[in-house]
């Protein structure tokens, strides 16, 4: 049995989905193609490529190294001009794959629809695709799937939320590829053995509700039976699609601190990802193109780009009629958890959604102010957290408070200073804190 419930906190910043109604455009003129070899939660990969080999679309080019690694494939075809280290938007040296494209997009001839014929080859078959959590994360999917012994999954839920303000990409997908949604849940279910799924859709987006459930429909009236597949609109409140909440709300099931999903028998992914998922099973290219939403003041052309896995951020905001150099401020992501860029000469990676481009006025930083104790960023904080504890602590590098209040518990919505009066750096402080309990722990480890 399932019941509905409500997160406490959270809360209601401006939509700005300016591009909601804007189909989705293929952009495929780039001449230079920048692919690193970490774009997922886990080890870099390896490169097998080197300086004048030619590659061609779906070809690996980069070894996953461990478990949690996934290879990574080029987007394009041409020659690969190097192969170097770079400082990433993570602020981390990673190596990058330098190409320079043909404009032919020649496919692999090794490219071809996986056997899939059981759970270990359908895990297998998503490892070899390079597919991360398109939602944000970057966590590799086969792991996800990847159901843990003496642990049990039994409602597959579907993020397609897309709460944070200006993206419209997951929006996108559901319009334009319900039926490739709907078919990649339902081969989710069948390889993990799932008996229900559960899609979760904001309220404020009427319209993707109404199409998945038509396809929902469609199976009905051809099969004379209908999937165990519901579509629930949710009350539009930031931050609904994060993980917690939103299977705190389609389930009333709460994750214990330290905990995971499938501790609660939940699997959660991406609506863009169970629809690669589909796609990929059809076609066996590998996770190589990306839709992201591009927006902002800085841009003339605000729109929805499906482009390929390394195109450069600059050559990207050209199209939509945008100078980076002459921006104020570039996000990779949304508004609230997106990452400001620090340089020009970075690339699209896989698990970006959204490229948000604001001018001088916007990018302005507010001048921090002394807390004024008045409780809005408790109030807030969808997981029960005090951040001005929090914040306190981590300004004095104090781990043990930081443990004592939770600090590895925040998800980083940046609820607290989207209300905090003063505006207090809180996301930042709190993320800082994080860090030195990862660093006291890794001491105390190596003693």
Known sequence: MFK??????????????????????RLDDFKHIRIPMSMHIGPPCTP???????????????????????????SVSGIVKSVSRVVASSGNSVEVVDIESDGQYTRHDA??????????TFLKAIRDSGLVGLGGAGFPTHAKLRIPEGKTADVLIINAAECEPYITADFRQCAEH???????IRIVMHYLDIPKAMVGIEDNKPLAIEVLRNELTKIELKENTRPAISIHGLRTLYPQGAEKMLIYTLTNRE????????????????????????KYIKTGMPLVRKRITLDGSGLKIPCNVNVPVGAMIPDVIKFA?????????????GSMMGVALDRFDTSIIKHNNAILVFGTKEAEIPQETQCIRCGRCVEACPMHLMPTQLDSASRNKDVTE?????????????????????????????????????????KEAAK
């Open 4 to 25: 509905f419930g409500h997160f406490s906190g959270g809360v209601h910043p401006k939509g700005n989905k300016n591009t909601h109604f804007f189909p989705t455009m």
């Open 48 to 74: 097998t490529v080197k300086a004048g080999d030619p590659v061609m679309v779906g070809q690996m080019i980069g070894e996953a190294t461990g478990p949690l690694a996934v290879p990574i494939h080029s």
């Open 111 to 120: 490219i071809a629809p996986p056997i899939v014929n059981d759970r270990d």
């Open 178 to 184: 319900p039926d490739e949604i709907i078919e990649g």
């Open 255 to 278: 994750i214990p601190s330290g905990g995971l999903p499938i501790d609660v028998g939940a699997v959660v992914l991406n609506v863009s990802t169970v629809r690669f998922i589909a």
């Open 321 to 333: 009629g945008g100078d980076a150099e002459a921006a104020g401020k570039i996000i990779m992501g």
């Open 402 to 442: 930081l443990n004592d209040y939770f600090v590895m518990d925040c998800i980083e919505c940046g609820c607290c200073t989207f209300v905090c009066p003063a505006k207090r750096y809180l996301v930042q402080s709190i993320r800082a804190g994080k860090g030195y309990v990862r660093l006291a722990k890794s």
